[in-house]
């Protein structure tokens, strides 16, 4: 049990164009998901929480406006990277979390490694 | 906010070897987690462990949370063993679950 699931795992994309990150709880229900930026032997760099039915919680420094975050349902989070640069190219990892009460427990998708030109 | 150290930060063993890893985080945590990220980037959770001691297989973990330091032990290393292993903590403030990750230790297992 606890799958995670991630689409696409790989994106190549022309700068100036968004990018679309799907993440899916498959066999249970997420209030909370996270979405994480990891840079080449670097420890994951948390972006944003994202809460089922309200507006996602972004860390300082990164641009709301630049990384949309969507939590449609219990099961689903969209990550959209807007008006793409090279700069944004990086691994983006999503993880889901199961439990409650200090019990929390995160679940990650198989992340997606994203390359802007 | 929250400091996560682990140690070492690399690490090369043998196949067959054992190794110790260590976590120490600076403040009183109430969830403390072990993952490991396979070379393809996928994290595992290893240990859901805020105090205690716990076994799975060739891995163990113990975390002294009085004294603010988990420890992940592989025996038996093998190749399979590879990638890096976070700890990540987190204090619960006002029941919010916000974890805070250490910089991993990267583990190479040779044959």
């Known amino acids: 049990g606890a799958v995670v699931s991630q689409h696409p795992s790989w994106v190549i994309c022309k700068s100036g164009t968004s990018v679309k990150i799907e993440c899916r709880s498959l066999?249970?229900?997420?209030?909370?998901m996270f979405w994480y930026r990891q840079f080449p032997k670097q420890s994951l760099m948390l972006m944003a929480t994202?809460?089922?039915?309200?507006?996602?919680t972004y860390e300082q420094g990164v641009e709301k406006d630049k990384f949309l975050i969507n939590h449609a349902s219990l099961t689903l989070s969209t990550l959209t990277v807007t008006s793409a640069h090279p700069e944004d190219s990086s691994f983006y990892i999503c993880?889901?979390?199961w439990g409650q009460g200090f019990k929390e427990t995160q679940y990650f998708g198989p992340g997606t490694r994203l390359l802007v030109l | 906010g929250i400091q996560v150290e682990q140690s070492p930060p690399d690490l090369i063993l043998q196949e067959g070897a054992n190794s110790t890893l260590r976590c120490n985080f600076s403040?009183?945590?109430?969830?403390l987690q072990w993952f490991h990220q396979n070379p393809w980037g996928q994290l595992i959770n290893l240990f859901y462990?805020?105090?205690g001691t716990k076994q799975n297989g060739r891995l163990s973990a113990t975390t002294v949370a009085t004294e603010r330091y988990s420890l992940l032990y592989i025996s038996s290393s093998q190749t399979t063993d590879s990638g890096v292993y976070f700890c990540?903590?987190?204090?619960?403030?006002?029941?919010?679950?916000?974890?805070?990750f250490g910089r991993g230790t990267s583990l190479i297992v040779h044959p």
């Open positions: 403040d009183s945590v109430n969830n």
């Open positions: 066999d249970f229900q997420a209030t909370t």
């Open positions: 462990i805020p105090s």
């Open positions: 990540a903590v987190s204090r619960g403030a006002g029941g919010s679950y916000i974890p805070t």
């Open positions: 993880s889901a979390v």
């Open positions: 994202s809460n089922e039915g309200s507006k996602a």
